[in-house]
């Protein structure tokens, strides 16, 4: 199928694009900054809180100062939601951004990385498995999710329980892997409206990984994955197979 590029869409869609991207970026660049100043009690979160708001932008950024924001250092320290007393909606909310930077940064590593070497489409399965090689990327981009997705999940479940590496890693897999492909299963449905259907169906092609457009469809598509996520973050915080963040 075509690949569409940045000339190819009309001006006010670049447009919108590019907006999107610059206020996702410039929100995680500014969180990014506020942590550096404000060190978060649960230190893989210096991590999440800023990953989170390339896709969320300002809607992360306002969640990130409501719930997440810690004292200065130096400061009388606070927790910020970490206990039993977090409403549970925040708590939640957490939780499953805490899922979703592990998905952000595995669809931005493998993406960017296939640009770079298209040879990597066939460990995903392109010409053996699939004959389309945007399903060959979306393998890829789950397991670099699933992996990273699972190395936060291990930073923020193993100091809590006071567990070892393999056991540590178990509760991990235990905590995350259904959260994580829930998140999948509606960023992978977005996008597949956008390039399979919707963009061919108006323009001919779907959108290149270069161009703005193909990235401000990824941030709606995170936004959907979180939506998709929530429900079953819920069930895991409840049930106490994931801890309360």
Not at 6 to 20: E, G, S
Not at 104 to 109: E, I, Q, S, Y
Not at 199 to 221: C, D, K, S
Request: some cysteine.
């Amino acid at each position: 199928m075509t690949e569409l590029t940045t000339t190819d869409f009309p001006d006010a869609v670049v447009t919108l694009a590019v907006v999107m991207i610059v206020l996702g970026v410039g929100s995680a660049v500014g969180v990014a900054v506020d942590v550096a100043r404000r060190p978060q009690p649960m230190r893989v979160m210096d991590v999440v809180w800023p990953v989170t708001a390339l896709f969320g932008s300002l809607l992360w950024v306002a969640a990130y100062l409501r719930w997440g924001r810690a004292p200065r250092r130096g400061e009388q320290e606070h927790r910020h939601g970490h206990d039993e007393a977090t409403p549970m909606p925040v708590a939640v909310f957490t939780g499953t951004s805490h899922c979703g930077a592990g998905c952000m940064l595995g669809d931005l590593l493998v993406e960017w990385t296939v640009v770079l070497v298209p040879a990597l489409v066939l460990l995903g399965g392109y010409d053996w498995l699939f004959d389309d090689r945007i399903y060959a990327v979306w393998v890829l981009d789950y397991v670099a999710a699933f992996v990273i997705g699972i190395a936060f999940q291990y930073f923020a479940i193993a100091p809590m329980r006071g567990l070892g590496l393999r056991a540590g890693l178990r509760a991990a897999v235990k905590a995350d892997a259904l959260s994580i492909t829930a998140w999948q299963v509606g960023m992978y449905g977005t996008m597949a409206v956008v390039q399979l259907w919707w963009l061919p169906e108006v323009l001919g092609g779907r959108a290149a990984v270069t161009t703005p457009v193909f990235w401000a469809a990824m941030q709606v598509a995170m936004v959907v994955g979180f939506a998709t996520s929530y429900p079953v973050n819920w069930w895991l915080v409840r049930t106490g197979v994931k801890e309360r963040m």
